[in-house]
Every structure is written in C-alpha cells, then in structure tokens.
C-alpha cells in the first residue's frame, strides 16, 4: 500500500470513530472493554461500527437519531470491525446464533443479547428506517427515561 491510501484510509477511520462518540457511544478497543462493559447491569446498545457506505450513510446516523426517544439503553458501546479486531471478536462471541456482521448492532441485557440488527436488516433501507427499528428494540427491551 502507498502512504497516501493510508492516510486516505486512517482519515476515514478516524472520522467514524468520531461520528460514534459523537452519537453518545463509548469506544471498546479491547477485548477486556468489551468485557467490563457487557458487565454493567441493564441495556447495552453495541454498534459494531464499519467504514463501509452503509455505516457512514446509514447505521452511524441512525444511531445518533435513534436516541432520541422515550425509551433508550442504559448504556452505549461500539467496536470496529476490522480496526479492533479482539474486541469485536470478543463482542461477537457475545451475539449467539448471529453470524458476523457489520454494520449492525446489537441490545444487549444484563450481559445477554437480546435482540440484533443485522447488516441485511440496514442496507438498503432507508435511514429512517433504521432508526425505526432501533426503536423498536428499544421499546421493547429498554426503560422509559
């Protein structure tokens, strides 16, 4: 690879990474982050964060609009497929029956997945669909705030 395709690719990178924390969600680079946060009682929103155009066009901004609702998790993590390699890893094993996936996100409770939003079930749609199904997750399985 040339130095300018690097530099491209880490901007891009970098960029995600901000759109996330922007959004209200806590970064998990490591496999033990991901483990302390799947620790903490109630819901975990994870997003399973990626640089392809679904992600940038449609997860990352759902995500961020998604929150704004009656009902939304205690907590919010995200790992990156294919930067943080262990800590998706990790994650993963957490997401039983759910093949790997990214973008996607998934609900987690009390340390068990409870509901998932794949990569099928986001591209394609429309980003207010997305959000939509966020919130359903969120209606069904988080607490009023």
């Not at 790992?79 to 993963?92: H, I, P």
């Given at each position: 690879?040339?130095?300018?395709?690097?530099?491209?690719?880490?901007?891009?990178?970098?960029?995600?990474?901000?759109?996330?924390?922007?959004?209200?969600?806590?970064?998990?680079?490591?496999?033990?982050?991901?483990?302390?946060?799947?620790?903490?009682?109630?819901?975990?929103?994870?997003l399973v964060n990626s640089?392809?155009?679904?992600?940038?066009?449609?997860?990352?901004?759902?995500?961020?609009?998604?929150?704004?609702?009656?009902?939304?998790?205690?907590?919010?993590?995200?790992?990156?497929?294919?930067?943080?390699?262990?800590?998706?890893?990790?994650?993963?094993?957490?997401?039983?029956?759910?093949?790997?996936?990214?973008p996607s996100f998934a609900?987690?409770?009390?340390?068990?997945?409870?509901?998932?939003?794949?990569?099928?079930e986001i591209e394609g749609?429309?980003?207010?669909?997305?959000?939509?199904?966020?919130?359903?997750?969120?209606?069904?399985?988080?607490?009023?705030?």
């Amino acid at each position: 690879m040339n130095m300018s395709y690097d530099m491209f690719m880490n901007d891009i990178v970098n960029n995600a990474r901000k759109e996330a924390v922007a959004a209200g969600f806590t970064e998990a680079k490591t496999p033990a982050e991901v483990e302390e946060a799947f620790k903490q009682s109630g819901t975990t929103l994870v997003l399973v964060n990626s640089v392809c155009g679904c992600a940038g066009g449609l997860a990352r901004p759902a995500a961020a609009h998604a929150i704004h609702y009656d009902k939304v998790p205690d907590h919010m993590i995200t790992v990156f497929a294919g930067q943080d390699k262990e800590a998706t890893e990790k994650a993963r094993e957490y997401f039983e029956g759910y093949p790997p996936s990214s973008p996607s996100f998934a609900l987690m409770k009390d340390g068990k997945c409870v509901a998932m939003l794949e990569r099928h079930e986001i591209e394609g749609s429309e980003p207010v669909e997305v959000v939509q199904k966020l919130q359903g997750i969120f209606e069904k399985h988080c607490e009023e705030i």
